[in-house]
């Protein structure tokens, strides 16, 4: 089954690269995927006036752009918060449809299906490296064998790792080589959605035909589980759900951004079968792995890249895969436009800095710096400099990790600014920050606070 919102999120992807920055970020960007509705993708605005300037100035784009992907999906829907419901409530139509991977009659279609999974996403276009071993390792022994040694399998990491991609993988490998297989892929939230509808219908029909749905599958995938959490009536339908499949042998999969003993607000008897089979993480991928995601990306867009051109992404992308692609996208997109080759980091730097204008218009590097040192009431002349006392050591790498995060700045360039300094320096200092930031609340509150000082100029 096609999930919601990672098909929103590839179409986005490609829109941001169509549609100009800043009706991008006002229309596009801030649009929420709602559910598939026979064919047509729902998608959530805040008013009617919004509504209506979509409809007439974006909504031919969006089509355009939502049939490329996939083209069963023909028709795109602008709603508003009150009329959201009516949608959810129709949904399980189209999911009844789309719902299983399967070429017999099992199924309520009699023709073969096409398949639901993202063609991209494939065992193969996953690129292996240090970072995730053991996860990959993990899908293809439950693909090749599901339901066998490694049941549940828990796969964890942070946002943009490859978890949705690998279970794409695991999908696409059973549709060509076991179509038998009765695959059955949903996000939690589609999960709680269709729950949600059961539940308000009253309808014994429908309780009976979501009962089905999941029992009757041979591999089960629920994409990001932490989204249950608070979800009472979810958790408790999903626990019967994972019983009977679990005790029948069936394959199942779980992606989280936490790992099972981290959900800790998640009901503890799901915890404890989620860590029944077998864990795993994906981690941050290094540099060399980096490069090589995005060769195999740019390959898959017949794009050459050179390698100056995939180290600057790769150095200006560091912890979210999803983003670097999206970087990657905008050096394609700027080259075929301007019918110009973009090999050197001077070039990709200019083309990128074209998509960030407007931030790039408001805040430049001095301006964080001011910042930072007002903050902290040091002098730029410290901050410049090579003490090492702890006083100017932390604001200075704090205004470093601000700038690779807010602007396109090279990171050699940075180095330059801050005293001479080599481009690992400055890569050292950007990742202290980032660590510290998942650990320590304080610093949490100190760089937001600052990124509010600095946007808000
Ligand atoms: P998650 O579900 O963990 O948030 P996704 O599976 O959506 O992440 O991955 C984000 C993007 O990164 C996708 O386009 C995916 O193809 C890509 N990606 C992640 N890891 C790899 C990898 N090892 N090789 C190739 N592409 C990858
Ligand atoms: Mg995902």
């Known amino acids: ?47 009617q006036t919004a509504k209506r300037t979509i409809d007439s100035k974006y909504l031919d784009s969006i089509k355009e752009v939502v049939s490329s992907i996939n083209s069963s999906v023909t028709d795109v829907v602008i709603t508003t918060p009150d009329k959201k419901d009516e949608f959810i409530n129709k949904q399980s139509v189209f999911l009844e449809h789309e719902g299983f991977v399967t070429t017999d009659n099992r199924s309520v279609a ?28 993990a899908c293809r022994t439950v693909a090749e064998e599901p339901g066998g040694r490694y049941n549940p399998l828990f796969i964890y990491s942070g946002v943009g790792l490859g978890k949705t991609h690998l279970l794409h993988a695991i999908g696409n490998f059973l549709y060509k080589n076991s179509p038998r297989t009765n695959v059955l892929y949903v996000s939690a939230e589609t999960l709680m959605n269709e729950l949600i509808s059961v539940i308000r219908n009253k309808s014994n029909e429908e309780n009976n035909r979501f009962r089905e749905k999941y029992r009757s599958c041979d591999v089960l995938m629920i994409d990001d589980v932490q989204f ?32 099972p003993k981290d959900l800790t607000t998640l009901e503890e008897r799901l915890r404890t079968r989620f860590g029944w089979g ?70 990709a730097y200019e083309a990128l800095s074209d998509f960030i204008e407007d931030k790039k218009d408001t805040v430049d590097a001095s301006d964080i710096v001011e910042t930072v040192c007002k903050y902290f009431n040091i002098t730029q002349a410290d901050i410049f400099s090579k003490k090492k006392t702890k006083n100017i050591v932390e604001p200075r790498m704090i205004a470093i990790y601000l700038i690779t995060e807010i602007l396109p700045m090279p990171l050699v360039q940075i180095g330059e600014m801050f005293g001479g300094r080599d481009h690992t320096t400055v890569i050292h200092a950007r990742d202290k920050v980032a660590e510290e930031l998942r650990s320590d609340p304080k610093m949490k509150i100190i760089v937001a606070d600052l990124k509010n000082m600095i946007l808000k100029r």
């Open 110 to 137: 009699s023709q073969p299906k096409k398949c639901p999974f993202l063609e991209k996403y494939t065992f193969e276009n996953f690129v292996e490296g240090k970072s995730n071993t053991y996860a990959l390792a």
């Open 1 to 47: 089954m096609i999930n919601v919102e990672d098909f929103w999120s590839e179409a986005k992807n490609k829109l941001s690269i169509t549609i100009q920055t800043i009706s991008y970020e006002v229309w596009i960007d801030k649009l929420q995927p709602v559910c598939f509705v026979d064919g047509a993708l729902i998608l959530c605005t805040i008013s």
């Open 278 to 347: 077998l864990t795993v993480d994906i981690q941050s991928p290094d540099m060399e792995t980096r490069i090589a995601i995005l060769k195999n990306k740019a390959a898959q867009l017949k794009f050459t890249l050179s390698d100056d051109v995939a180290e600057f992404i790769a150095e200006n992308a560091t912890s979210n895969i999803r983003e670097m692609e999206g970087l990657l996208n905008k050096i394609v997109f700027f080259s075929s436009l301007t019918n110009s080759v973009i090999n050197t980091r001077e070039l």
């Open 228 to 259: 249950l959490i608070g979800k009472d009536a979810t958790q408790e339908a999903f626990f019967h759900i994972f019983n009977d499949l679990y005790h029948a042998n069936k394959q199942i999969i779980i992606t989280s951004d936490k790992s």
